[in-house]
């Protein structure tokens, strides 16, 4: 049986200020509610694993610079997704571009670590990893400018092969890039000018605030510089691009390296962090994934991403930490993380759209 109504979208011209900054609120509010019906489900309080994270992430000593530390990556991989996300353009290998970005600056360290002060080492790991996160994206960004093939498949499926190709450096016998000197593989060092020295004993180290620059620097380029002005004519009306004389192809490619630099320049940061090698694990921590969830969030604003990133290094530290001190499952911090995209695309449709319910009159003959 057909039920007498019908749901009507109708875009709005212009959507109102209050809803593009009650979106996001609402979005992490929303994933909050169903997290806490989740745990009242499988036998946790709500109220006692919430205040755990929020201590264990925001509201101690420890927590804030552990919730800082990881949020330098996380907003590199945030500014990654959402440039990209400025023109349309879907960079979802964020996580592979990260990879290569950690081979980059291992490989920079190593090699000329020992011939360099650290003054000028350091860039030079950082912008090697930036070049490495590039390198990666190029053939995608070349057919995806060129051929107009998709780029969400590219850079996905190449993620795998970074993947894979960590696992090479680090397992296979007399790698350049393996410690020779112990039993289980583990990444070769770095050279001690190749690294920063952390706040005191705490695992934050001074590229946190190259990440926050970087993240106000670009959306002072999209808001105000021409090559901003051209991202966003071609993100609106590509036809309009073309009559005004504007190079989609060069452009999307420029914007999709950029992309790849920046997730690059993340895995570089932890080389000259808190790694100081190549670690395998990262394959497991999902670092570039999370960048798309933290675009999402931030609505792609590119400064606000620094907000997002500092809430969801927050919640993956909280959660990690659940389950050292209570026997709270430590994926409910993943699990948030994803309820809060799923509100955030959700919330996407009430910005964009006024939705009506309309009652259906039967016509009578």
């Known amino acids: 049986m057909r039920l007498p109504i019908r749901v009507v979208f109708d875009q709005r011209g212009e959507a109102p200020k209050r809803l593009t900054a009650l979106v996001p609120i609402v979005s992490v509010l929303a994933a909050l509610f169903f997290g806490a019906i989740f745990l009242l489900a499988t036998g946790y309080s709500p109220i006692d694993t919430y205040t755990n994270m929020f201590s264990d992430g925001f509201a101690s000593s420890r927590g804030v610079t552990d919730t800082l530390a990881l949020s330098t990556v996380l907003i590199c991989t945030g500014i990654a997704a959402a440039f990209a996300f400025q023109m349309n353009i879907y960079n979802i ?3 592979g571009q990260l990879y290569l970005g950690m081979i980059g600056g291992a490989w920079a360290g190593i090699t000329l670590g020992d011939h360099l002060p650290s003054l000028i ?5 950082l912008i090697f990893g930036a070049l490495a996160g590039a390198l990666w994206i190029f053939v995608p960004a070349f057919v995806r400018s060129r051929l107009g093939t998709s780029e969400i498949v590219s850079t996905l499926l190449l993620t795998y092969v970074a993947s894979s190709l960590i696992d090479y450096v680090i397992y296979t016998p007399d790698s350049f890039f393996r410690n020779p000197n112990t039993s289980f593989p583990q990444g070769r060092l770095v050279s001690a000018s190749a690294k920063l020295q952390s706040f005191g004993d705490t695992r934050l180290y001074p590229t946190i605030f190259v990440a926050i620059i970087l993240a106000v620097v670009l959306y002072w380029v999209v808001k105000r510089t021409e090559f901003g002005y051209r991202i966003n004519v071609i993100a609106d009306s590509p036809k309009a691009a073309h009559y005004a004389g504007i190079n989609a192809k060069r452009t999307t490619m420029s914007v999709m390296l950029i992309s790849g630099a920046l997730a690059g320049l993340g895995g570089a940061m932890l080389i000259v962090g808190p790694y100081g090698k190549i670690e395998p694990s990262i394959v497991n921590l999902g670092y570039g994934y999370a960048g798309i969830v933290i675009a999402a969030l931030a609505r792609n604003n590119l400064a606000a991403i620094v907000v997002s990133g500092i809430l969801f290094a927050g919640l993956r530290v909280g959660g990690e930490k659940l389950q050292i001190s209570t026997d709270t499952p430590i994926h409910i911090g993943v699990m948030l993380q994803g309820a809060i ?13 006024k939705i009506r319910v309309v009652l259906v009159r039967a016509v009578t003959t």
């Open 93 to 95: 290998g964020g996580e």
């Open 121 to 125: 080492m350091v860039p030079l790991v």
């Open 341 to 353: 995209l799923l509100f955030a695309l959700g919330g996407e449709a009430f910005r964009r759209y």
